[in-house]
């Protein structure tokens, strides 16, 4: 069966602090990966997604980036937070329309 | 007008009632839809996919609406655990990307 994982969990990071966030498949080869950031009380908000290895389609241009550097390995980054940055991000994997998520990571940017 | 659009909510709702929800999508292209449940401060699980000739889960009904493009959930005899947001999503054909609604707040009072 699939699983995907994520972390960590929580996260606390200074203002201007780099950052990096972890997302790996098992179970299945060359999925969809996708980021999302979620602010509170608020929608999912599609950060990256990605259809192949090095493969990174851009949604909202801001303080972030991510990275495809093995086919089932997705990695969200920053060099320098800012306090806007906090909010639950989440990594999704998809199958025939149906998205399967990890547990998140709670980021708080202070 | 956005993609997929939900009432927020809340809906307060007492033990034991019958509730529905609407999610109306822009787009004529929407060829798969979903229902998913996300918890505070969890990830979304897929609560049941939506199909054209409507579907039953127990205590849940989804029903697809082309012609009005909207999509509907509706939950029997409802329970306290019932509690928690329910999220729209609409998967456009042949695109990677699904789009998501923000999600209508349930509350059910015991």
């Known amino acids: 069966s699939q699983t995907i994982h994520q972390w960590p969990a929580t996260l606390v990071q200074p203002v201007g602090s780099p950052l990096s966030l972890e997302c790996t498949v098992e179970?299945?080869?060359?999925?969809?990966l996708y980021w999302y950031r979620q602010a509170a009380g608020r929608g999912l908000q599609l950060l990256f997604y990605s259809v192949g290895i090095g493969q990174i389609s851009s949604e909202v241009p801001q303080n972030l980036s991510a990275s495809r550097p093995q086919d089932r390995q997705f990695i969200l980054s920053s060099k320098k937070l800012l306090l806007s940055d906090s909010g639950f991000y989440l990594c999704a994997w998809t199958y025939r329309g149906e998205a399967f998520f990890g547990q998140g990571t709670r980021l708080t940017v202070v | 007008r956005k993609e997929v659009e939900q009432d927020p909510g809340p809906f307060n709702v007492p033990e034991g009632a019958t509730v529905a929800f609407n999610c109306t999508y822009s787009?004529?292209?929407?060829?798969?839809f979903f229902w998913y449940r996300q918890d505070c401060r969890k990830e979304p699980k897929l609560l049941m996919s939506?199909?054209?000739?409507?579907n039953e889960d127990g205590r849940f009904t989804a029903q697809l609406n082309r012609a009005s493009q909207y999509i509907s959930l509706l939950i029997r005899d409802s329970k306290l655990s019932d509690s928690a947001t329910y999220l729209c999503v609409v998967n456009i054909y042949g695109n990677y990307q699904l789009i998501w609604g923000a999600g209508t707040k349930l509350i059910i009072k015991p």
């Open positions: 787009n004529s292209a929407s060829q798969s």
């Open positions: 939506v199909y054209s000739s409507g």
């Open positions: 179970g299945t080869s060359n999925p969809n």
